[in-house]
């Protein structure tokens, strides 16, 4: 008898190192227990010392790669990671605009945990019109909640101000993942805005380590594998910390400097 797995997809980047973008959600879906399917919408070369080289999909080759997925596939929940320019982003809010793939988390690639601009001005702006309406949770983190809201965050009502103020771009849910490139901090708390209008802290404690490439892929990727599963948004997101954080904790010891998080972790998370 053939087992009826749950689907769910991911439309991002490739890592050639394994730890981060589609690699990392991958792994975190076979780890939650679903089944993963992606789209890869750039390519980067790179090891544990940094990214040397990379190159865009086509925006063609990126809507076929949709469409196929559509045309065969029973998608729960789906995240979207690295896209690299205007083009692409139309591209995919194009062809997500139907809600073919059930929930949509949005983790909005715009700045590194280090505070470096990705994103040129063009395409952060059409990140913000064609796909954040669409979302039903925008994951940013510390920088980009900085940079979306134009609020420098130095305390929790500034961090609670703009939650507000991003979920009036258009996302149903919002999770502001918190600071935590100072090792002098003992938590990193996050804060989470939903739909209804409840909200809530999360925090877990901060591990000082190199091993850290792919924590935001694997958070958010996580978060629609806990929602195809069928969990309610705010069980799905402290599912999703847990897991991340106990990723961290228990580091591996792959490449020289700048490493990947755990997936391989066993742990009684329900």
């Known amino acids: 008898m053939l087992n009826n797995f749950i689907q769910v997809l991911t439309i991002a980047g490739s890592d050639s190192d394994g730890s981060a973008g589609a690699q990392a959600d991958l792994k975190t879906f076979m780890a939650r227990g679903v089944y993963g399917m992606s789209v890869l919408t750039a390519a980067v070369a790179g090891n544990s010392y940094g990214i040397h080289d990379s190159v865009n999909m086509s925006a063609k080759f990126i809507n076929s790669q949709i469409n196929d997925i559509k045309d065969d596939f029973k998608v729960s929940a789906f995240k979207t990671g690295m896209l690299s320019d205007s083009e692409i982003i139309t591209t995919v809010a194009k062809a997500i605009a139907d809600k073919p793939f059930g929930t949509f988390v949005l983790d909005p690639v715009i700045i590194t945990k280090h505070g470096a601009m990705l994103l040129e001005k063009e395409a952060y702006q059409t990140l913000i019109d064609k796909l954040f309406p669409l979302a039903d949770l925008i994951t940013p983190n510390f920088y980009e909640a900085k940079k979306l809201s134009g609020l420098a965050l130095d305390n929790k009502e500034e961090i609670v101000k703009a939650a507000h103020k991003l979920r009036n771009l258009g996302p149903k849910n919002i999770m502001i993942k918190g600071e935590h490139s100072d090792?002098?901090?003992?938590?990193?708390?996050?804060?989470?805005?939903?739909?209804?209008?409840?909200?809530?802290?999360?925090?877990?404690?901060?591990?000082?380590?190199?091993?850290?490439?792919?924590?935001?892929?694997?958070?958010?990727?996580?978060?629609?594998?806990?929602?195809?599963?069928?969990?309610?948004?705010?069980?799905?997101?402290?599912?999703?910390?847990?897991?991340?954080?106990?990723?961290?904790?228990?580091?591996?010891?792959?490449?020289?400097?700048?490493?990947?998080?755990?997936?391989?972790?066993?742990?009684d998370i329900q």
């Not at 209804?196 to 629609?224: A, M, R, Y």
């Not at 954080?245 to 700048?258: C, L, P, S, T, W």
């Open 183 to 267: 090792d002098s901090i003992s938590e990193v708390e996050d804060y989470v805005l939903l739909e209804d209008g409840q909200s809530f802290w999360i925090s877990e404690p901060f591990v000082k380590t190199n091993h850290i490439n792919g924590t935001g892929d694997t958070l958010s990727s996580c978060i629609v594998a806990e929602i195809a599963k069928g969990k309610n948004m705010e069980d799905a997101i402290r599912t999703a910390k847990t897991f991340t954080y106990n990723a961290i904790k228990n580091e591996i010891d792959v490449g020289h400097k700048y490493g990947p998080i755990n997936h391989f972790i066993k742990d």
